[in-house]
């Protein structure tokens, strides 16, 4: 079983929350990280999803980072609510 990651950078324009993060993040680019394994026994290449994380400024700790797990649906949740907030 082969395991890949797949890096991006994430921008959200105005401060945010993501389930399973019990605090409001500031608007910044995050890097979120995506594990991903490959399906067996099939006759082409095809990867499933196994781990999404997010790596985030440390709370209580000024230039510290942490990294954390997060559903992928609720960074998809995060993201459409930050593109629908209004303009400043």
Do not use: C, K, W
């Not at 990651?5 to 995506?34: C, K, M, N, Q, W």
């Not at 394994?37 to 196994?50: H, K, M, Q």
């Not at 999404?52 to 998809?76: C, F, H, K, Y």
């Amino acid at each position: 079983m082969t395991i890949r990651s797949r890096r991006e950078a994430v921008t959200f324009r105005h401060p945010f929350r993501i389930r399973g993060i019990d605090r409001t993040l500031p608007a910044g680019v995050y890097e979120v990280v995506t594990d991903e394994e490959t399906i067996e026994g099939l006759t082409f290449s095809a990867y499933r999803r196994i781990a999404t994380m997010i790596t985030v400024p440390a709370e209580g700790a000024v230039g510290t980072m942490e990294t954390l797990s997060i559903g992928s649906v609720d960074l998809a949740n995060a993201q459409a609510a930050d593109a629908s907030t209004a303009n400043d």
